[in-house]
């Protein structure tokens, strides 16, 4: 698996990356560009959320190992 393969996607197999730049001007954005946006920084939300639950967990049991 490549870095690449992670990345979000515009749609289902397009091929395309989405991206969204943070503080970026809004104002020439459709309401179907804010809801493709949203669904991207939310999908970029919930694997964040899930890398950080692995790497805490990874610490945990780390921790459990080495205090014995």
Known sequence: MTE???R???GPGSGK????EIGQPLDAL???E???RIALLRDE???LERARAAKAASRAAADAFFKK
């Open 4 to 6: 690449q393969d992670d």
């Open 8 to 10: 979000p996607r515009s």
């Open 17 to 20: 990356t989405a991206s969204h």
């Open 30 to 32: 459709s309401v179907a």
């Open 34 to 36: 804010f809801d493709a």
């Open 45 to 47: 939300i919930e694997r």
